[in-house]
Each structure stands twice: as C-alpha cells, then as structure tokens.
C-alpha cells in the first residue's frame, strides 16, 4: 500500500454535505490557471455544469468487500470507472472525485487501497470536506454523514464565512475541532483557497505524514504566498495569531472546547519507545474489533532498537505502515497515536497503548 | 527464470499504434485492433475508423465483426468494408459487452442491461447494480448478467423474471461454459465462482494474487484458462466440473499472466504476461514456445487467434503489437 512512487495518479476526494459548496470548489479547482489536466468523477451526471474535458458520472456503489470484514466497503462503480480511465495515460495528471452529500468518505478512500489495480496505478492523496459555516452546527445534530465527513478529512474548507458573526465563526470551529482536531482548517468564502491548499496533500503517503499535533486554529501557514485574507491556514506548530475575530485568552487559541458525544478524537502518547511484538499484535486486534468505529487512525512510533520511526495511518480496519525516516539526534523518542471515531473507549485505547511500551 | 526450449520470436512481425490496446482480433481474415482512445483498426493498409465521440471502453472481435461500447454509451458494429452501424445508444459508460450466437449483441450502461437480437429487436433489464459481466449462453437467446452479490440468467424473449446465481461479492467477468452447464464468474476477491446448472452446484476456485479478468475455453470446452497468477490457472471441465480437482498451471514465469487464448483447433495456450511476454504452451506436454521476449516490457492486454489457428496476434498497454504467422 505505501507508495512514493510519483508516476501514480493523485486522487483528491472532494465531500461535503447537501449545499457546503463541493461543486464551487470543483470548478474552482478546474478554473484556476494550473496547467494541469483533471479526470473529475461526480456524482450526479450533468447536474451543474463542470467545465472539464473528461467529467465521469458515477452512482455510488457501495459494496462489502467478501472478506468478512464488516466495514471493509469499496465503491464498486470508482473501480471500474478508474479502470477505464486509466487505459487513457496522458489525458489528464490528477482524478477529482466529488461524492454525494450524503456519502460516507470512507468507502471511497477504503477502495485506494483494497483494490489492487486502482492501487496499483493511484493514490488517494486527500479527502477534502467542504462544512458550511452556517448550516454544520445543525447538520452535526441531525445528519451522521456530516459528522462523518468532518471527521473523515484531512483538509477542512469552512466555507461561507461571511454569512456567519465572529462568535458564531468560532463556535462551529470549536465544533468541528471537538470532532477533527488534525485536519487542516481554511476558512473560505465561495471555497476561495490556494490549490495548494487542497492538492498534492500526500495526506496517505507514509512519507509524510510528519507530526500529528492537533492542528488549532493559531495561525496562518506560512507556507502559502498567495492567499488572501480569507483563507487560514491553521496548520500545526503555529503560535502566531493573524485572526480577525476576538479572542478569548482562557482558551488555547481562542478555542472553546466541546465534546461531541458522538464523534471523538483520542491521542495517546508513551515518553519513550514502544515493543513492536506487543504493539502490532494489539493494534491489529484492535481495529479487527472496534475497526467499524475507527474512522481514521494516525501513529509515529519509536520502536525498541529501532533507529528509524515507524509510522502508520488507517482506515477503519486497513492499516498501512512502514518505518519512515531516521530518528533525529534533537528529535525526542515519542511514541504517539491517535483516532477519530465513534463512541471510542478512551480509557481502553490508552490502558492497551500504555501497555506496549517498551 | 525458464527459457522456453524454442522460439518463434523470428515469425512475429511487429505493429505499433498510439494507444492502449483493448482488443486485437480477426475480420474477414484482416486483423483487426480496437484501441482505448477511439481507434478501430481493420487490415493494415486502411484508415482508421473512429466511430465513437471519444473512448472506447469494451470490444469484442469475432470472424465477421468489431462491436464496440465507448464513453459516449453507444455501440457500434464495424465489418470490413462497410460503415460503423450504430446499435444503441445510452446515457453513460458502456461497461460490459457480449457477442451472441447469430448475431445478437448484449451490452450494458449503469443499472440496465440491453439485448439486441440480428433483426435489431432490443430488449432491456433493470439491473440493482451495474453489471461488470455479460455472457451468452451458446443455445438459445439466453444470457449471463454479473453482478454484486450475484448472476442473473436472462431470456431476453421470455416475460419471466430472470433467474437468480446467489453468491456473496462482487462479480466481474463472466462466463458460459461451450456445453451451457457451468457460469463462471471472477471476483473482487480474487478468486473464480461457478454453479454448475443442472444442481445448481457451488465451486469456489481461489488461490489468486490477483483479479482474473480473462479466461479462455478449450475448443474442446473441457479447460478454462485464466489469468491473475504468475502462470496461467488452467481448470478441468471434463465430466461434473473442478470440484476436487488440482488446475493446471502453464507457463509459470516470474510475472503476472494478463491474457490468456486457447488454440481454436488444439490444446495450445497462449498466454499475455504483465511484462509484455507471450509463450505458447502445449497442454499434453508442457512444451513452451516463446513469441515474444517482453518487447518495450508493456502489459499484454489483447490475445487471439484466427480461425483457422495459424496467425496470433497480441496487443500492449503501450499500443505495442505484434502478429505470428505460424510455420504451416
């Protein structure tokens, strides 16, 4: 499943519940001046007009996998559709693939790395979710594929930030971030964001994935040069604050802190190394029985006598891992997990991940 | 790695075109190649037809025809000589296709399935799921429709609901035994799933590092050779099927087998390797023979014979291609 190798097609999945604004940013996407040429995948056929050579209706077909794992689905008609598509190399560099509003992500992430012909020639670089600053506090009450999606993403586009107050602005970022502290969040009207900030995320490349901080909202990126006064990029490690709306000091970033009692995030960390002979045998049993409320699952590891980190990152029951780069003589050998998911057992996961140090 | 013992590399000439080749055949003894980006191919000397708006996704080659489904969701049959017929028209991709005795065709587009029989009456089934596989069966206007979670047995002339194949998965391509008693499908889960009609018998045939997405009957309809190992799985048919019989395997080499294509007249395999390879492979004996050492190292994506059995020709992912003319 890990792959460095360049010459797979990226494929960045766009999710968003009914009205966010998928489609404002599939065509914003489209329309920016990249150079680049886009196979784009959506669900409804002729629906809004997608101004693109190569555009695919798709219909959702989900289905279990034979394998007698419960939550091991995969889009049946993707397959198929990437098969087709990828027998015309050179027609386009990067796949969109934009799901309903009311998709699961994980069927279609799940099928990047279950299938071996998809995987074989693409990878699945990120799934973006497109939330509506005024709508998501509700659709998170009444709509479980919203909360999915949210915490589902690797990258977040909090869109329609103008017809919201500063208050309201960071109640549904306390929201969202109570569900998917990690994922990267911009804030957007009409989904303007750098692409950069949606494409070639490598969010699913071993080889990338670098820390796993929670991503509050502190500062703006500074990797980007180009973005305007809307788009934040609240990426980790920033402690800068660039925000327009006022903050309240008695909380981390001007974040308040809610629970969801449905959807959590737990990160566990050991100061230290870990035992893979205990550790690999506890996380695999572990997604085999909680793999259906796991939705997604992140680690760097240190492993006993192991100059190299491991890292891994899953979906629900698929775990992907590999040792990554060296350990650096000023890095400290800290052994860190963390899971989005439903209805997570907290004191479990860390009493099990506690128990594997070294 | 095993070097077959001689080789008929010298009585292959060498074609080339610019695209991924999705099949290769022969038409009123023209051959004859179907690419992905629009080209139809019959003879060597003529133009190019491009009957379709854009891509073709899947295409059958018999003696007298090229039927092709593409992107624009239209069929269209091609003889020599003549202009592309257009058969139907849909909404969407074609994603299956079959050719039927007398000159029906079955294709399908999303959730329908379509039939249309030589005097151009269609008939059409709502399908749950798009369905990956289609087969004709070789006696009566019947056909084999795979699907998720199972094969429906459709007579297209018959009010009666199809008749239902269970089993759990997804099925992709399908086929009909020459006899009509056993449908063959392959799985998402790499592996082949069959019934046998007359008790509506189960076999299971795994054991796959990959997907099979071709297989080939012996003329004689007692083997099945598949792709989807690092040799091609060749099963038994004689008598009640390969229930508890061991297959074959033919050509093993350190590379995935793409195609497979049974001589028309003899117990020969020829078999398509992912690194551009093809081997000739005498059942009786074992005997290999080489045709081709992996050219520019493309996938074979197409194989076949000619009627008569003394010309091969193959096809490549890169739009590499090759014909043999065999010593007569």
């Known amino acids: ?358 | 790695m095993i070097q077959p013992a001689s080789s008929l590399t010298e009585r292959v000439q060498s074609l080339a075109f610019d695209a991924h080749i999705l099949a290769a055949g022969f038409v009123g003894g023209e051959l004859a190649i179907v690419t992905a980006e629009g080209a139809i191919q019959i003879g060597r000397e003529t133009t190019a037809l491009h009957p379709h708006t854009d891509a073709i996704l899947v295409a059958r080659i018999t003696g007298e025809r090229i039927v092709t489904g593409g992107d624009d969701g239209r069929v269209f049959e091609c003889r020599p000589g003549k202009e592309p017929k257009l058969l139907g028209e849909g909404k969407g991709w074609v994603d299956a296709l079959a050719l039927g005795p007398d000159g029906a065709v079955a294709w399908s587009v999303g959730r329908q399935a379509f039939t249309r029989d030589n005097k151009g009456n269609m008939k059409s089934l709502a399908l749950a799921s798009s369905a990956r596989g289609l087969a004709f069966f070789p006696k009566g206007y019947r056909l084999a429709v795979s699907q998720n979670g199972f094969v429906q047995l459709w007579f297209p002339n018959m009010a009666a609901e199809p008749e239902r194949l269970e089993w759990k998965g997804s099925h992709l391509e399908c086929e009909v035994s020459p006899d009509g008693r056993f449908v063959i499908t392959s799985m998402q889960e790499n592996q082949l799933h069959g019934w046998r009609l007359a008790d509506k018998g189960h076999m299971r045939m795994s054991g796959y590092p990959a997907k099979v997405r071709d297989m080939s009957w012996s003329h004689d309809g007692l083997w099945l050779a598949t792709s989807g190992a690092e040799a091609a799985i060749v099963w038994p048919f004689a008598k009640d099927g390969p229930m508890g019989k061991p297959p074959r395997e033919c050509g093993a080499r350190p590379a995935r087998v793409t195609k497979v294509a049974f001589h028309p007249k003899a117990l020969v395999l020829a078999v398509g390797y992912q690194d551009g390879w093809v081997l000739l492979i005498r059942l009786t004996d074992a005997t290999e023979l080489l045709v081709r050492a992996g050219g520019d190292g493309s996938a074979i994506t197409a194989l076949a014979w000619s009627a008569d059995g003394r010309r091969l020709i193959f096809g490549a992912e890169s739009g590499a291609a090759g014909l043999l003319d065999l010593p007569v």
């Open chain 1, 1 to 358: 499943m890990t792959d460095t190798a360049s010459d797979k097609i990226p494929v960045t999945v766009l999710t968003g519940y009914l009205g966010a604004g998928k489609t404002t940013l599939l065509n914003r996407i489209l329309t920016e001046p990249h150079g680049k040429k886009f196979a784009v995948i959506v669900n409804e056929f002729g629906e809004i007009g997608i101004d693109n050579d190569l555009v695919v209706g798709a219909d959702e077909e989900v289905f279990e996998m034979n394998n007698g794992c419960i939550c091991c689905t995969v889009r049946g008609d993707l397959i198929r559709i990437i098969e087709g598509l990828m027998k015309r190399k050179g027609r386009f560099d990067a796949i969109l693939v934009e799901t309903t509003g009311l998709a699961d992500p994980a069927p279609v992430a799940q099928t990047f790395f279950v299938d071996q012909d998809v995987g074989a020639k693409t990878r699945l670089d990120a799934v973006v979710t497109v939330a509506d600053a005024k709508w998501l506090k509700d659709r998170l009450k009444d709509a479980p594929e919203a909360k999915n999606q949210v915490a589902f993403a690797d990258v977040i586009l909090l869109n329609k930030t103008d017809l919201v107050t500063p208050a309201e602005l960071r109640e549904v970022e306390a929201r969202i971030r109570a569900i998917n502290p990690y994922a990267v969040l911009h804030r957007t009207q009409k989904c303007a964001v750098p692409l950069d900030a949606v494409l070639n995320r490598g969010a699913f490349d071993l080889e990338r994935i670098l820390e796993i901080e929670p991503a509050f909202l502190t500062a703006d990126d500074h990797d980007h040069h180009h973005h305007d006064h809307h788009d934040h990029e609240c990426g980790p490690g920033c402690t800068h604050d660039h925000h327009h709306h006022d903050h309240d000091h008695h909380h981390h970033g001007g974040l308040k802190h809610y629970h969801d009692e449905e959807m959590q995030s737990v990160s566990i960390a050991i100061d230290g190394d870990v035992d893979p002979e205990k550790f690999m045998p506890w996380i695999n049993d572990l997604v085999q029985v909680e793999g259906p409320n796991i939705l997604r699952s992140k680690g760097i590891l240190a492993f006993k006598k192991e100059p190299k980190r491991f890292v891994f990152q899953g979906v629900h029951m698929i775990l992907d891992g590999d040792l990554q780069r060296d350990w650096r003589a000023d890095e400290k050998r800290v052994s860190r997990i963390v899971f989005i998911g439903r209805n997570l057992k907290e004191d479990e996961l860390k009493k099990g991940f506690l128990a594997c140090a070294a």
